[in-house]
């Protein structure tokens, strides 16, 4: 089966008791439990719910993994997926994850006795030399946030699996139409489904699939006890934006390129980051580990005036945070999803006040171009 059909009919298509297309929402707390004799498959929504549920298996499906998870966010989903490590633990990240994994690791976690270290991943070999007796998992993405970063995920996945330690992959950027990650050795994938999954900018929600049932059962071990589910009304918007994947992420990624392309000749462009182009560090390693570039691209202007006079004059992207949604997004690195870093760390990692980050929505590519040089000046 082909992934248009595979997002479509995906042993939900349609509800074995009313025939409905679509997964019942299903707004309860607590379930009837009859003649107690026989034990029920629910009991209480934090444990379980049927629409939950279904999503949870179209997840493990996708990534092709052995069980799902479904958490109130992204970050919750990281935050679970760490809550199966213990106090003395050791986990080795990639330098440019998601912030607010960053956060959680050395702020939260690190109260509670997990240290972590960050390596430039880029280098498999800086993953080597991070390990020690006590590391119990390495936490990857790629591409990273902003700069789109290229890691090569098959070898450190094999570094980690030498070291007989769990790996963990966030693949928000990707999705599993893009990059399955568990094929490639990964242990655990990741997602914030706030992005290309849900793909509408109207719900926050956050994923987890296990390779093993083993692992399938420590997670759901901490999403029972740290309880942070999704309600079923936001279940239900997932499921319908994984309906669409495909076609979205086919159109999105196209402009993607082509904006990519176009912005590499502008005049008031210095750098443009992009999977897609043939210059970009790490391409082939990408093109070997996944079926696209996807809809994220990230672009230095001349100068910092140059990037928030685009900001301001842009029409038909939001400036704001998040990405993966039907409507454009031009984010500022600087002022939003790197604010926090201290700046010499930020500089050191290319992060600088020139730096813009695009989100291509579904909008018309020729109309993007148009009105992204009108902003350029
Ligand atoms: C947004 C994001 C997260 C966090 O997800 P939330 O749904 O915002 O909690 C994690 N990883 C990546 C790569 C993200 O883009």
Redesign the pocket.
């Known amino acids: 089966m082909k992934w248009g059909t595979l997002l479509i009919h995906n042993g939900h298509e349609a509800d074995p008791v009313t025939g409905a297309l679509g997964v019942p929402i299903v707004q309860t707390s607590t379930f009837d439990q009859g003649d107690l004799s026989v034990p029920r498959e629910f009991d209480y929504a934090r444990s379980g719910n049927p629409t939950r549920k279904a999503l949870e298996e179209i997840i493990a499906a996708l990534e092709g993994g052995e069980r799902g998870a479904a958490f109130g ?6 935050a679970s997926v760490l809550g199966t490590l213990s106090a003395g633990d050791h986990v080795v990240t990639a330098e440019d ?2 912030g ?2 960053w956060r959680i690791l050395n702020t939260f976690y690190r109260r509670w006795g997990l240290e972590c270290t960050a390596v430039d991943a880029s280098d498999p070999d800086t993953i080597r030399r991070a390990l020690r007796p006590a590391t119990k998992a390495l936490f990857l ?1 790629s591409p990273s ?1 902003p700069l789109l970063k290229i890691t090569d995920l098959k070898a450190c996945i094999a570094i980690a699996r030498e070291a007989g330690i769990i790996s963990v992959v ?1 693949n ?2 990707m999705t599993p139409y893009l990059q399955r990650p568990l094929d490639l050795g990964a242990d655990v994938v ?1 997602h ?4 290309f999954l849900g793909g509408h900018s109207d719900v ?3 994923l987890a699939v296990s390779r093993t049932a083993e692992l399938g059962r420590a997670i759901y071990a901490v999403q029972n006890s740290f309880g942070a589910i999704p309600g079923p009304w936001d279940v239900w918007l997932v499921m319908r934006g994984i309906k669409t994947l495909k076609v979205r992420m086919d159109a999105q990624q196209a402009s993607a390129g082509r904006i990519a392309r176009w912005l590499r000749e502008h005049k008031k462009v210095k750098a443009v980051f992009y999977p897609g182009l043939p210059d970009h560090a790490g391409r082939e390693i990408h093109e070997a580990q996944a079926a696209g570039p996807g809809a994220v691209l990230s672009f230095k202007t001349d100068t910092a005036e140059d990037a928030r006079r685009f900001l301001s004059r842009v029409e038909y992207a939001a400036a704001a945070v ?2 993966g949604g039907v409507e454009t997004i031009a984010s500022y690195p600087v002022k939003m999803s790197h604010a926090a870093m201290p700046q010499a760390e930020r500089l050191r990692l290319g992060i600088t006040d020139t730096l813009i980050r695009i989100s291509v929505g579904l909008e018309d590519a020729e109309d993007l171009i148009a009105d992204f040089d009108r902003a350029l000046g």
Not at 73 to 78: C, L
């Open positions: 966010s992204g970050i919750a989903a990281v994850i998601y607010g994994s993405e946030n966030d928000t950027f990741i914030s489904a706030t992005k926050v929600l956050g998040s990405l």
